[in-house]
């Protein structure tokens, strides 16, 4: 295949341009002008670009790729409800179409209400009497759940859960559960049979090549998922690239781990997921002080110290990356002085932290002192505006999605949606990442944003010399844009559309 007449970003160590690329047996053999191409090669398919812009595939560097898929197939859309009455309302709606004993919705988020405050189950049992229901909070982190899906799990007002809460109202459980305690609930739902896990596969997919994604880090899955995800890419049937980070139960990590780093065309397995702390939407998210807007809550650890050990030692041994979820400055320090007993020093580990979203000044230097590497997601910081200094107070939100602090410290990071939390397009976390106006001195230039969702997101998992830019030898990933993210005035980009859409020269979208 030869492309030409085209604006090529080529996101190489020079960042350099180019008119035209050959591609051949999904690689990529030729890159320059389009004289240059057009007069050394000859090809049975050939693209006149017609002078649009054209960028390496974008790659999610944190996502639920599996989850998103099982959401389309059975949850409520719930992101963007103003009240809770609206919640009501799209669960009525779903629940006609749904004859399931479960009633499942996600998205909801309280901030966005005009009481900011955690609902409860009352109403929801009024009119959902016979249903066992489950509504996840857009982060994932909080879910509201029927008093029979609390008496299946055991829990009641007197119940302590470590690393969860169980939030109580005139000494009776609301039907919110934080963290672990949401875990307990999610665990029971009923899996999807094997036809439906694989039409939710296809449904994510298809969604990801329709805003330009080649590749996903999907943050968390057990070995029945990624067994899945293989077959079907062996068959031909899902195209995705997917970096699974494993489960850290010990039947999953021993499971992967006898094999050591997994790395097939389009599926790598080579780190495992952890959690530090609770969602700061929620106040789950550990913080060294209290909680300005609920001074009686600093958040919560997830797990004890001997958890975090046993899953380092296993993955430093196995030679896997570590990547813990931390979202307050209490969570980012601890997994930071956890990371360090192992890692000691500079190293190309590449361990992570996932979020990343409040540093304390003091541990910043930390991230370079032992190589970790910050893993964000831009639109959270845009999504978290409206409310994020009533968190945190005036002083602390200085040092909260800090990326180019964090940036600083080993010259790269990783960027990502989080979708479902977030919503799914790259272009999306691009306009956060340069657009935003608020604490502005930590947003990104457009070149570190593009890095950070090609190059940067590939390198995130030692996948740099394969993908990520275009580059002779390189895997042939790459989209084509409706306009010039790189060059357009901040408020157009937008509106800018994915044209076209290629893995291994294959064009998906």
Request: glycine residues 8%.
């Amino acid at each position: 295949m030869i492309v030409y007449n085209a604006n090529v970003y080529t996101v190489d160590n020079q960042f350099s341009k180019a008119q035209a690329f050959a591609v051949k047996d999904g690689k990529f053999v030729a890159i320059g002008s389009d004289r240059k191409i057009l007069s050394h090669y000859n090809a049975s398919k050939t693209l006149d670009a017609q002078g649009q812009s054209i960028y390496p595939g974008f790659i999610d560097g944190h996502c639920h790729f599996v989850g998103y898929g099982e959401t389309k197939v059975r949850y409520a859309d719930l992101n963007g409800c103003k009240s809770f009455e609206e919640v009501l309302e799209r669960l009525a709606k779903h629940n006609e179409n749904n004859d399931s004993e479960w009633l499942l919705g996600r998205g909801w988020d309280q901030n966005l209400w005009d009481v900011k405050e955690f609902p409860d189950n009352i109403e929801l049992q009024k009119r959902f009497p016979d249903k066992k229901v489950l509504i996840t909070r857009v982060d994932g982190h909080a879910v509201l759940v029927s008093d029979n899906v609390l008496k299946l799990i055991g829990l009641n007002a007197k119940s302590k859960v470590k690393g969860g809460d169980i939030i109580l109202k005139k000494g009776k459980p609301t039907g919110i559960l934080l963290d672990n305690s949401a875990d307990m609930a999610k665990a029971i739902i009923p899996n999807l049979n094997n036809q439906q896990r694989i039409n939710a596969l296809k449904i994510a997919q298809r969604d990801c090549f329709a805003h330009g994604l080649t590749g996903v880090t999907d943050a968390g899955l057990d070995i029945k998922s990624i067994a899945l995800i293989d077959s079907l890419q062996q068959k031909g049937v899902l195209k995705m690239k997917v970096n699974a980070m494993v489960n850290p139960d010990d039947e999953t990590m021993d499971y992967f781990m006898k094999f050591g780093v997994i790395e097939k065309e389009r599926l790598t397995v080579r780190s495992v997921k952890i959690y530090a702390d609770g969602a700061l939407g929620s106040r789950g998210a550990k913080l060294l002080e209290p909680y300005s807007d609920a001074p009686e809550a600093t958040g919560l650890y997830v797990e004890n110290e001997e958890f975090y050990d046993h899953v380092c030692e296993k993955a430093y041994n196995a030679g896997y990356q570590v990547c813990c979820h931390a979202i307050g400055d209490g969570g980012v320090r601890m997994i930071l002085n956890e990371y360090g007993k192992f890692l000691k020093g500079e190293n190309d580990l590449r361990w992570r932290i996932e979020h990343s979203q409040v540093v304390n000044p003091q541990d910043f230097a930390l991230y370079k002192e032992y190589s970790v590497i910050p893993s964000i997601q831009a639109t959270h910081c845009t999504s978290d505006m409206p409310w994020a200094e009533e968190r945190l107070g005036s002083e602390r939100v200085k040092n909260a999605y800090a990326y180019k602090t964090l940036l600083a410290q080993n010259g790269w990071l990783i960027n990502g949606t989080d979708f479902p939390i977030e919503h799914v397009s790259p272009l999306k976390t691009f306009y956060s990442s340069v657009a935003r106006e608020y604490l502005i001195d930590n947003k990104l230039t457009r070149e570190e944003a593009l890095r950070s969702m090609t190059i940067w997101a590939a390198k995130g998992y030692f996948a740099e010399s394969r993908k990520g830019s275009i580059e002779i030898g390189k895997e042939a990933d790459f989209v084509i844009l409706s306009d010039d993210i790189m060059s357009i005035d901040d408020e157009k980009i937008p509106e800018v559309k994915v044209m076209n859409t290629f893995i291994n020269g294959e064009m998906v979208y």
